[in-house]
């Protein structure tokens, strides 16, 4: 999650098209990100967007992170082809 945020803000349902799991699970693992301060989200009418916090203490712990994670270009491509959000109405 955080090496695709790292490239681009995604939506829930963006997340689904490259992970295993439900909905709710992947907006459980995006809460803890958020309660660390590690991501932001945006709410765009009932739509809530994810990206990376840059103003968190811990975003350079978080780069340095990522660093070692493989790139995640193929994934956002996924993402990017399905285009879920005019699916789900993002």
Known sequence: IIG???QRECCVCEFL???NMS???ISQHLRKLKDAGMVREERRGQWI???LN???ELYGLIED???HV???TDKIKL???ANPTLQCGC
């Open 70 to 72: 493989p790139d995640q």
């Open 49 to 51: 967007y994810y990206s």
């Open 65 to 67: 992170i990522l660093g």
């Open 17 to 19: 098209e490259v992970f």
């Open 79 to 81: 993402i990017e082809k």
């Open 23 to 25: 909905q709710p699970s």
């Open 4 to 6: 695709i945020l790292k």
């Open 54 to 56: 840059q103003q968190s």
